[in-house]
């Protein structure tokens, strides 16, 4: 686990798209594993909230095929409360589910699904502010080709 990483809480009763996995997320440093959830090309790990509550938690969503943060989901205070990790998960399928995710680098979603962002700036807007997109202020494209290419084999 990652510094401010926290046990991924279970999976909603009947949950069938999220399946654990392990998967690389790109840092400003280098690369590191974390143990998530994964469906349609998005990846899902549990941490400790930077801002806010010092208690508040929250799910990082990834593209697997860069590594990169793409949006972050919910917050709990004082603990996991089930309901909201149910509404959490709720609202990451309606993420993966906008579009094609299998893309690899940062920039593939112009080939894949143009329109991409603008599907992304529409569910925050739906759903904030339990919700919110988040850019990485370093994008490193060699760094999102490597994690490409040591998750499918090919970029």
């Known amino acids: ?11 909603p009763i009947g949950e069938t798209k ?7 997320i790109a840092g400003a440093q280098d690369v590191t594993l974390v143990e ?7 990846g899902a790990y549990y941490v400790h909230a930077t801002d806010g509550p010092a208690h508040a938690s929250v799910f990082n969503l990834v593209h697997l095929g860069s590594g990169h ?20 998960v709720a609202l990451m399928s309606e993420f993966a589910e906008l579009g094609d995710w299998s893309f690899t680098g940062l920039t593939g979603y112009q080939n894949m699904d143009p329109l991409l962002p603008n ?19 370093t994008q490193d494209h060699e760094t999102a080709q490597r994690i490409a290419m040591s998750r499918w084999g090919n970029g």
């Open 69 to 88: 943060r793409v949006a972050v989901v919910g917050h709990t205070y004082m603990g996991i409360e089930q309901h909201r990790v149910d509404q959490a």
């Open 18 to 24: 999220w399946k654990p996995d392990a998967f690389q």
């Open 36 to 42: 998530g959830w994964t469906y349609a090309g998005i």
């Open 119 to 137: 599907k992304a700036l529409g569910w925050h807007q739906r759903h904030a502010p339990m919700v919110s997109l988040a850019v990485q202020p």
């Open 1 to 11: 686990m990652t510094a401010g990483q926290l046990p991924m809480p279970p999976l």
